[in-house]
């Protein structure tokens, strides 16, 4: 179902502002998200959002780095296990910065933006 709160609604608006600072595309919504909640919650509950997602892609390669298997279910990451339960990876995970297709000088002041923006 769709959500219709403060944050969501930040992360469409926040969606553009993501992308021209570098964030990869499939990660656009959930840095937007988190700018979200930080506009409308407080630093602290988006710096622990981000915590989860950085989590989240260390167990990952962590898994992988074990020749294990995993796929996406939804927003979720599923690690395939030996044992009788999957390991679910809630909200799934976040990639690391690549942002060497903007200009110089475009990314620089965008990025710049953004690291403020979430300190202040």
């Known amino acids: 179902m769709f959500g219709c ?16 600072s570098g ?6 919504h959930k840095v937007a998200e988190l700018l979200g909640a930080k506009a409308f919650l407080n630093l602290m509950i988006a710096y622990q959002q981000l915590s989860v997602l950085i989590n989240n892609r260390r167990d990952l390669l962590n898994h992988v780095a074990q020749n294990g298997t995993w796929y996406w279910r939804g927003d979720d990451v599923i ?8 390991t679910v990876l809630a909200n799934g995970i976040i990639t690391v910065l690549n942002s060497a297709y903007l200009p110089d000088g475009i990314r620089t002041k965008c990025h710049n933006w953004l690291t403020t923006y979430l300190t202040v």
């Open 23 to 28: 964030v990869n595309i499939g990660d656009c």
């Open 5 to 20: 709160d403060a944050q969501a609604i930040c992360s469409y608006v926040f969606w553009p502002v993501a992308f021209l």
């Open 79 to 86: 690690l395939r296990t030996t044992g009788p339960e999957d």
